[in-house]
């Protein structure tokens, strides 16, 4: 049997199909009462709309595309629900790319929106991308607008990031109230905004404290547990080893944490750890990590709307927004013991992969997290 069609829709409830086409757009023009009872119906006779067809009547074709490097993160996953849920009032369909930091993913994504005729993208750009990757959407009026990360040559696009810089001396300033004065960067990579944004704030921050800030203090690596603990390994092989760390998420602080500890050093008491993202697990972990919250959440829907301005205004000018991070104090940045107090690092060996385990608030100190205990955290480099 085939659907319904508006016509008949119309026929049924005495109406003409174009009120009954208006109903359907939610449009002021139409009483309250008579949308109602066209959604009423439509749902009861199992109509669907024609989005082609709409989309040569309108012009309007109500395709987003959305493209990040690893929407499996929490941090990424929230934004991304924030997105959909703000643009599902508008009737909007959400089509998702994970570029994985290739910019050949993300030219194919963009390409792929181009033939769809979509309206309009976010995007957290990969190392390596130019405004020139959007010229497909740009060039038949499609905005694109930047999320979490931007391109600094594109000045005139819109964006809604966190403010990193914010975020990392609110970090170091933590550290240095419990009486740190040997830290440590962990995480990130050059190349784009977030992390350099961070590594200047961490460098400028010392340098304000009086502190040695050579970039030797940043060992860079991709914002992934293993990669936390291996590059926290380097840190405390130095001499004399940092009594601070700054991470660039809470995914290479958890890694750092298990690195202490492996080498005989209490993360908190001995050494003091802070990440950036406000995960689940931060909280759980033992001790808890003093972390600096991102705003996933907010992002997103300041994002949604940002994007939708921009269809509805393409001439407006540019909007710019930073959102600020807020600090969470827990027990891996408590004060720091008088130095006779803390043991020398236990000798460096090769230690086999830990085992998967779910962190656990028990004050047992647990065994190292793993990728496979701990919901990812946030991967914005």
């Not at 595309?65 to 599902?88: C, D, K, P, R």
């Not at 509805?312 to 027990?331: F, Y």
């Not at 940045?333 to 060996?349: I, N, V």
């Not at 608030?361 to 205990?373: E, S």
Request: proline content about 10%; glycine content about 8%.
């Amino acid at each position: 049997m085939a659907p319904p069609t508006q016509r008949q829709i119309a026929e049924k409830l005495g109406l003409s199909p174009a009120t009954v086409s208006l109903a359907l757009r939610d449009s002021p023009m139409i009483a309250q009462a008579t949308r109602a009872l066209v959604r009423a119906a439509v749902a009861e006779a199992g109509y669907v709309p024609n989005v082609a067809a709409s989309a040569l009547r309108t012009g309007r074709t109500r395709i987003i595309g959305v493209s990040f490097h690893n929407i499996a993160h929490q941090f990424f996953a929230e934004m991304l629900i924030a997105i959909e849920a703000e643009l599902a009032v508008d009737g909007v369909a959400v089509f998702i790319n994970n570029h994985g930091e290739d910019p050949a993913s993300l030219a194919r994504f963009v390409a792929s929106l181009a033939a769809h005729g979509a309206e309009g993208l976010l995007v957290s750009p990969p190392p390596g991308a130019t405004p020139a990757i959007f010229a497909p959407l740009r060039d038949r009026g499609a905005p694109v607008v930047y999320v979490s990360r931007r391109l600094r040559e594109d000045a005139h696009a819109d964006y809604v990031v966190n403010a990193d810089a914010v975020a990392i001396r609110r970090a170091v300033a933590r550290l240095l109230e419990t009486g740190r004065r040997r830290l440590a960067l962990l995480g990130g990579m050059a190349g784009t905004t977030v992390a350099e944004d961070r590594a200047d704030s961490f460098f400028a921050a010392l340098a304000e404290a009086g502190l040695p800030a050579g970039p030797e203090l940043w060992l860079q690596c991709r914002p992934r547990l293993a990669e936390g603990a291996a590059v926290a390994r380097r840190a405390m092989a130095a001499a004399p080893a940092p009594d601070g760390l700054v991470c660039f998420n809470d995914l290479v602080a958890f890694g750092a944490m298990n690195t202490l500890r492996a080498l005989g050093l209490e993360p908190g008491l001995h050494v003091g750890v802070v990440g950036v993202g406000g995960t689940d697990e931060a909280a759980a972990f033992h001790p808890g990590l003093t972390t600096v919250l991102d705003n996933p959440a907010s992002i997103g829907r300041t994002a949604a709307g940002m994007l939708r301005a921009r269809i509805d205004a393409p001439d407006a000018p540019p909007r710019h927004e930073t959102l600020d991070p807020k600090l969470v104090i827990r027990g891996s940045c408590r004060s720091a013991p008088p130095q006779a107090d803390a043991p020398e690092p236990a000798p460096q060996q090769a230690s086999p992969d830990p085992v998967p385990e779910q962190a656990s608030p028990d004050p047992a100190p647990p065994r190292p997290i793993t990728p496979g205990g701990a919901r990812a955290a946030p991967d914005c480099a």
